[in-house]
C-alpha cells in the first residue's frame, strides 16, 4: 500500500486480542487483514457407500485444509472477494514475499495479456504459512473453533482425475476508492502438465479483465497461482483455495517486525 499512514492505522487496528492466535475479522470499525492458501489431498472412499459421499468429502476438506497452510478447527464462512481501503494484504502490503513473473508464462503470454502486470502468487501463499505455520509446526494459527469469513472454493472428486486450484489477486491503481480482487477457481484437468496449467492461468487473468471492465475498475498488477492433485482409483481428491479474513496475534507483530 503506497498510502503508509493508512497501513500503519491499519496494522494498529487489527490485534486479535490474544498473544499467539489469529482471529476472525474484521474489528468493529471494519478493519482486517486478508491471507491466502490453497491445499490439496486424497483420502480412502472407505467412509463412503452407495446411499451417502458425504463423510469422505469431508475428510478430504480436513484434509486440504491442513495440507499446506494450516487452517484447520476453524468454521469458515463464506464470502465475496475484495479487499476495500480499510484491508492489508497479507504477503503484499505487509510481510512482503520477493514476487517474481510467474515461470509457465513466458513474454509472448505477457504481451497477449497485457497491459496488467502479471507476477507469481505463490509469494503471498508463502507469507501466509509463515504466520499461521503446519499443522505439525504452527506459528501464529487462527484461533480453534473461531468463526472465519474466508473467499473460498472447494472441489471433491472421486479418481482417476487431476483437480486444480487456482487464485487471482488484482492490485488496483487507486486503493484509497478500489478494492483490490482475488478470484478463486477450482476444476479438472485432461493432464497434469505445465501446459494445461498455463492455460488455467490465462482463464484467470483474462477473468480478471472481465471484472475490471464490468466494475469499471483499473488494475495495474494481478498475482496468480495453481496448485495440482492427482487422484488415483479408489481414492477421493480435495482442492481448497481459500482467502481468510482475520485480526493478528500480538506477537507476531515482533515475530515479523511490524512494530
Partial sequence: MKNKERKNDILRSVKSGHKNYCVGGPTKEGF?????????????????????????EINAFDVSEVSDTYLGQINMINV??????????????VACEESLPHELLNSQDMEELGPLKVF???SLRVATKKLFGTVDNKNFPLYPGGHVFAAKKFLSLEGPTVLYGSFGVAIPEDRSKDACLFMEDV????????????????????????????????????????????????????????????LLAENAYSFFNLE
Wanted: aromatic share 8%; proline share 2%; charged share 30%.
Fill in 187 to 246: 476444476g479438472t484437468i485432461k493432464e497434469n502438465t505445465k501446459e494445461e496449467k498455463k492455460k488455467r492461468l490465462k482463464d484467470m487473468i483474462r477473468s480478471t479483465k472481465e471484472i475490471e471492465k464490468n466494475q469499471n475498475v483499473s488494475y495495474e498488477s494481478v498475482y496468480v497461482d495453481i496448485i495440482t492433485q492427482e487422484v488415483g482409483e479408489n481414492e477421493r481428491g480435495g482442492v481448497l483455495v481459500a482467502a481468510p479474513y482475520f
Fill in 32 to 56: 482486517y487483514l486478508i491471507g491466502f492458501a490453497m491445499g490439496s489431498g486424497v483420502v480412502s472412499r472407505d467412509l463412503e457407500h452407495e446411499g451417502s459421499q458425504m463423510l469422505g
Fill in 120 to 122: 507469481d502468487g505463490s
Fill in 80 to 93: 465475496s472477494s475484495f479487499c476495500g481501503p480499510k484491508g492489508l494484504l497479507w504477503g503484499y502490503d
